[in-house]
């Protein structure tokens, strides 16, 4: 008898501790709201998309961008300056422009869900390019792309260095694409390594 009440007050222990656990774990996700999704690292997250409407007041941006995901809102407060490759000499974003963002990894639950960057880094739309791939094959190990954009057809590779939104083993010929490159050899068609690469 006193075995099994040992027992029974082991148990007991044991299940009070998992719901005390449950309750500070629950406790902790209540504190940053019922509308937040939080990253497990509470670190820094990347994220891009092309811009599809841009809002102004007092100094902040509120960004519209979509990638292989859909749609999210971003917003950037006054305080972060918004980066421009070297070689580009504008100061301005516009629609159609590609937009790096990093942010804490926290994001509404809401649709299109909302977050708030930390940094951004924009690539204007004559860097961007959208259009369906004619062609698949290897170099170095590395996928490449025969995109066929409204004015151009370029070699696109995608590299370890290329960040991706999408799964590239979902891309087919006339799958429509978005890319984005600084440099491109001045070949027919055209050649370059893809900074950012979109699966649609």
Known sequence: M??????????LAVFLCIIAGSF???????????????????????????????????GNYKLLMNNSNGEYVVNVPESVDIKFPEIYEGDNIS????????????????????????????????FVTSGKVTEIDFVNDYKR?????????????VTNDTIVSGDLNNVKIN??????????????PG????????VH
Do not use: W
């Open 2 to 11: 006193k075995f099994k009440t040992s027992s029974m007050i082991a148990i």
């Open 24 to 58: 500070v774990i629950f406790q902790k996700n209540a504190e940053l709201g019922d509308n937040s999704i939080n990253d497990s690292n509470y670190g820094s997250e990347i994220i891009f998309g092309v811009i599809k409407s841009i809002e102004v007041a007092d």
């Open 95 to 126: 629609v159609g422009g590609l937009v790096e963002i990093n942010y804490s990894g926290i994001m509404t639950r809401s649709f299109p869900p909302i977050l708030t960057a930390s940094s951004v880094l924009y690539y204007p739309p004559e």
């Open 145 to 157: 792309f025969l995109v066929e954009g409204e004015n151009s057809l370029c070699y696109v590779s």
């Open 175 to 188: 799958s429509t694409v978005t890319y984005s490159s600084i440099i491109q050899l001045m070949s027919y």
């Open 191 to 198: 050649q370059c390594g893809a900074i950012h690469f979109i």
